[in-house]
């Protein structure tokens, strides 16, 4: 079983998507244990997307993000990580296949709907700078 973290950036927020989008991921299967709506900090931002820090695009990256509410989620399943990313599609929103969260609603590769982390490693990390309170994550099993 693995936990990820997905984030409904700006763009969704205000097209009114989430509810959409977190259909998406519920009817496929993932279970939801955590979810937040938040204008996140600068620095929060830039420590989430570090590994990006080298790359042109990431001062605009990180002022669209923090431009506005982004829905934090965490979802859980087995493979969830991969399973998230298969819902969301390539990351250049044009490029994605229908079907994909991407492909139907997006047309951007920067302002592309939703982020979901891309490795184990990445989750861990995600999930504790998104939902760092010991509480903010729930076990819970169907009654
Ligand atoms: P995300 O999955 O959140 O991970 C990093 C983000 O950087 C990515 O989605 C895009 O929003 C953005 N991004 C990646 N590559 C580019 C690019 N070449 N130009 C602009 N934005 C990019």
């Known amino acids: ?28 299967g993932l279970k939801l244990v955590g979810m937040k709506l938040r204008q ?16 042109p695009f990431f001062p ?24 998230v990313r298969g819902l969301m599609g390539k990351t250049n929103a044009r490029e994605a296949a229908p079907g994909t969260i991407r492909g139907d609603l997006g047309m951007s590769f920067s302002n592309n709907l939703v982020h ?11 999930l504790a700078l998104f939902f760092p309170g010991a509480d903010e994550l729930v076990d819970w099993t169907p009654c």
């Open 1 to 28: 079983m693995e936990r990820t973290l997905v984030l409904c950036k700006p763009d969704a927020v205000q097209r009114g998507l989430v509810g959409q989008i977190l259909t998406r991921f519920e009817q496929k």
């Open 40 to 55: 996140f900090p600068k620095e929060l931002l830039e420590q989430h997307y570090s590994d990006h820090k080298e790359r």
């Open 60 to 83: 605009s990256l990180v002022g669209f993000m923090g431009s506005g509410p982004v829905v934090a989620m965490a979802l859980e399943g087995i493979d969830a990580i991969a399973v």
């Open 116 to 126: 979901g982390s891309d490795s184990a490693e990445s989750a861990a990390k995600e």
